[in-house]
């Protein structure tokens, strides 16, 4: 059975980055998945920041382009996300989810990590 | 690109049915058979409910069921239960191949 866990700092400062890493248990990262993240904003739905293959290929959601960087660590069988220069708008509920290649639904999800951005 | 449009909230009574729509435009779910469901509860992982339009993942009951016409697709629920009550979301792809999202709707049983 997949399953995929995030993790990560709960509190991240106001300018500074975001990191978090999601691993895939029972599921190598380098499978034909494109792996994404997407997060929802307390009370707010659910955005797409983007996706990265195991190529090392990455798609980004255009609003968050300049900020983002996603990657995956074949040797841990994880993927990682990097949100810099973070304001309290990024506070959120950070999601990693699989999307297999050919498909455009994602399946599984993590359950979640929440981030606050505060001093 | 800008949020699906979905209705804040729909209830029902068990057994009965509900219909959640889900509307976009012409340059995402109106062009695209990429259309899923799912289904979000506090404190577990999102649940895929349907993708492609109509399809159902394994394990999902057939009570859950799709469709789509123009610009707005529609998930029903038939025989409502109580484990269906959460948050659905609707999801398709615009032409610049950037998911989009509705903007959730609350089911009460």
């Known amino acids: 059975q997949v399953q995929l866990q995030e993790s990560g700092p709960g509190l991240v400062a106001p300018s500074e980055t975001l990191s978090l890493t999601c691993t895939v248990y029972?599921?190598?990262?380098?499978?034909?998945?494109?792996w994404s993240w997407v997060r929802q904003p307390p009370g707010w739905g659910l955005e797409w920041l983007g996706e990265?293959?195991?190529?090392?290929?990455?798609n980004y959601n255009p609003s968050l382009k300049s900020r983002l960087t996603m990657s995956v660590d074949k040797s841990t069988n994880q993927l990682s996300l990097r949100l810099t220069s973070v304001t309290a708008a990024d506070t959120a509920l950070y999601f990693c989810?699989?999307?297999?290649?050919?498909?455009?639904?994602?399946?599984?999800w993590g359950q979640g990590a929440l981030v606050t951005v505060s001093a | 690109q800008s949020a699906l449009t979905q209705p804040h909230s729909v209830s029902g009574s068990l057994g009965q049915s509900v219909t959640i729509s889900c509307t976009g435009t012409n340059a995402d779910l109106g062009a695209s058979n990429y259309v899923s469901w799912y289904q979000l509860l506090p404190g577990r992982a999102p649940k895929l409910i349907l993708y492609a339009v109509i399809q159902r993942p394994s394990g999902v009951p057939d009570r859950f069921s799709g469709s789509k016409s123009g610009n707005t697709a529609s998930l029903t629920i038939s025989g409502l239960q109580a484990e269906d009550e959460g948050r659905y979301y609707c999801s398709s792809i615009d032409a610049n191949s950037v998911y989009v999202f509705g903007t959730g709707t609350e089911v009460t049983v």
């Open positions: 029972g599921y190598s990262v380098t499978s034909p998945v494109w």
């Open positions: 990265v293959h195991q190529s090392g290929s990455t």
């Open positions: 989810a699989a999307v297999q290649t050919g498909t455009r639904y994602f399946a599984p």
